[in-house]
């Protein structure tokens, strides 16, 4: 099946810096891409959606200028989470929908992401 | 607003039970429906997808879909410790061109105890 490449793994951070994620398409192209957040215990909340080539679209309470999302190219999405602070510590997941493939959605294997 | 709601559990299960999950949505104009396997820090993995009201076996997995009740159903048979996992439900509410969100439940821990 359809394959997300998600780096890094795992990443930390001191505060007040930014930290970019990357989430490859490898054997597909990924016109959409959704960008998810998971904190400890809980469901994965959709932070924003990426169409190639347009301005990404954010969910209710997202901070567009706190967490960018580029999507230039249709196997390279990434978001980046500028001037880091400890309440982002998270698990970042990125997810493509695949047109034919069975559930329609392949996941990146997501970013825990650590802010000190 | 969207919502997916599940019991968070934990739902503790003998090994070789049916582990027997629920999910219940608030859009009754959702068309798909997912069932995902998640290991604590991992990404979900997909379990079942079912579109259509009724049954959809697949192995020891078979997931139950009522729309006229809102209500999604996912039930595991011969339960092993190795299906010990949060266990989410997402649906899309739509079913052609347009938005492709998923909206997750909460998700529901299983443990299978040997």
């Known amino acids: 099946g359809a394959v997300v490449s998600q780096h890094p793994s795992w990443v930390i951070c001191k505060s007040g810096t930014s930290v970019k994620i990357e989430c490859r398409s490898l054997?597909?192209?990924?016109?959409?891409m959704f960008w998810y957040r998971q904190f400890p215990k809980q469901s994965l909340m959709l932070m924003a959606t990426?169409?190639?080539?347009?301005?990404?679209?954010?969910e209710q309470g997202v901070e567009k200028d706190k967490f960018l999302i580029n999507h230039a190219s249709l196997t390279l999405s990434t978001l980046t989470v500028t001037s880091a602070h400890p309440e982002d510590s998270s698990f970042y997941i990125c997810?493509?929908?695949?047109?034919?493939?069975?559930?329609?959605?392949?996941f990146g294997s997501g970013t825990r992401l650590t802010v000190v | 607003q969207k919502e997916v709601e599940q019991n968070s559990g934990p739902l503790s299960v003998p090994e070789g039970a049916i582990a027997s999950l629920n999910c219940t949505y608030s859009?009754?104009?959702?068309?798909?429906f997912f069932w995902y396997r998640q290991y604590s820090g991992k990404s979900p993995e997909l379990i079942m997808s079912?579109?259509?009201?009724g049954d959809k076996e697949d192995g020891r997995f078979t997931a139950q879909l009522n729309k006229a009740s809102q209500y999604v159903s996912l039930l595991i048979r011969d339960s092993q410790p190795s299906d010990s996992a949060t266990y989410l439900c997402?649906?899309?509410?739509?079913?052609?061109?347009?938005?492709?969100?998923?909206?997750f439940g909460k998700g529901t821990k299983l443990s299978v105890i040997p």
């Open positions: 997402a649906v899309n509410p739509n079913s052609g061109a347009g938005s492709y969100q998923l909206t």
């Open positions: 859009d009754r104009g959702s068309q798909s």
């Open positions: 079912i579109y259509s009201n």
């Open positions: 990426s169409n190639e080539g347009s301005k990404a679209t954010y």
């Open positions: 997810s493509a929908r695949v047109s034919g493939q069975v559930g329609g959605y392949t």
């Open positions: 054997d597909f192209q990924a016109t959409t």
